[in-house]
């Protein structure tokens, strides 16, 4: 059990497009997940903090009008990264925390993004 | 954003030798989470630590939280070539599993068979 998907896998796109990026928990309910971003060679940088209903909690340095996250339903929330530059390629990973007591995060296998 | 301090930077060593890896803070973490990572994909938790001075073993691993809340170690016994890959640290304020984690930078195993 705990098994947290992403979607896609893998994404190119040009630069100026925006491009979004699915995590669900695809057996148990997340009211928390969180959005990390990792640069090649690099740990696991957190980008923000998404709550089911509620506005993501953004980590100081990320723009909010940039990464767009909605966190729509107990099993899924999608980032959204807008006008995508090249800057922006990197690996991004999110986490689910299981709504139960005590219970820790699972991690998404990430979503490779390169904006040409 | 923050980071915990993660040493070595990365290691090579033998086939059936042990490992030892270690995270520490300027300050005081209540959980303490071991990760591994293989290329291109996503972390996987190895233990987790809750109590200070709290030592846990899952097969070949070992890892142990501080007495001072402040450090924790991993340690990787009769290494074998599957543990390639890079190890991250992680802590959190709290006990809840839905507070933000700090990573530490990441060592980087390689086995030589």
């Known amino acids: 059990g705990a098994v947290v998907s992403q979607h896609p896998s893998w994404v190119i796109c040009k630069s100026g497009t925006s491009v979004k990026i699915e995590c669900r928990s695809l057996?148990?309910?997340?009211?928390?997940m969180f959005w990390y971003r990792q640069f090649p060679k690099q740990s696991l940088m957190l980008m923000a903090t998404?709550?089911?209903?509620?506005?993501?909690?953004?980590e100081q340095g990320v723009e909010k009008d940039k990464f767009l996250i909605n966190h729509a339903s107990l099993t899924l929330s999608t980032l959204t990264v807008t006008s995508a530059h090249p800057e922006d390629s990197s690996f991004y990973i999110c986490?689910?925390?299981?709504?139960?007591?005590?219970?820790?995060?699972?991690f998404g296998p990430g979503t490779r993004l390169t904006v040409l | 954003g923050q980071q915990l301090n993660q040493s070595p930077q990365s290691m090579f060593i033998q086939e059936g030798e042990d490992v030892s890896m270690n995270c520490t803070s300027s300050?005081?973490?209540?959980?303490w989470l071991w990760y591994k990572q293989d290329p291109g994909e996503g972390p996987v938790l190895l233990i987790a630590?809750?109590?200070?001075?709290e030592l846990t073993s899952n097969g070949r691993l070992t890892a142990q939280f501080g007495i001072t809340r402040k450090d924790s170690f991993l340690n990787i016994s009769a290494s074998i070539p599957s543990d390639v890959g890079i190890y991250f640290c992680?802590?959190?304020?709290?006990?809840?599993?839905?507070?933000?984690?700090?990573f530490g930078k990441g060592t980087k195993l390689t086995v030589n068979p």
């Open positions: 986490s689910a925390h299981r709504d139960l007591r005590g219970d820790t995060q699972y």
């Open positions: 057996d148990f309910q997340a009211t928390t």
């Open positions: 992680a802590g959190q304020r709290g006990q809840g599993g839905s507070e933000k984690l700090v």
């Open positions: 300050s005081i973490f209540n959980t």
């Open positions: 998404s709550n089911e209903g509620s506005k993501a909690t953004y």
């Open positions: 630590l809750y109590k200070a001075g």
